[in-house]
């Protein structure tokens, strides 16, 4: 289990919101990414979300900016942990 909590913090996210954490590892492409997007705009807009997968989310990268989100991902050696919030 991540703590998303201090995953945020190391990724410079605000601390002091809701969180939901999406575990992508398993989803073959582009599950990830629809599945993301998905849950982000369903999500109350103050809530930060925790994207665990294996690989950087390369294709979402330019879809959360072109939709206002900022994010900051972190590799670890056995996943991808990406911090995605509304500023």
């Known amino acids: 289990m991540v703590d998303a909590e201090a995953v945020i913090a190391e990724a410079g996210g605000p601390t002091d919101r809701p969180t939901e ?3 992508a590892r398993d989803l073959p492409p ?3 990414l629809t599945t993301s997007l998905e849950l982000l705009a369903d999500l109350d807009g103050d ?4 994207q665990r997968n294996d690989r950087a989310p390369q294709h979402l990268y ?3 900016a072109d939709r206002g989100y900022r994010y900051e991902t ?3 050696a056995d996943e991808v942990l990406t911090v995605i919030w509304s500023p």
């Open 62 to 64: 330019p879809k959360l």
């Open 74 to 76: 972190i590799e670890r």
């Open 30 to 32: 582009p599950e990830p």
């Open 47 to 50: 809530t930060v979300l925790v």
């Open 21 to 23: 954490t999406l575990d």
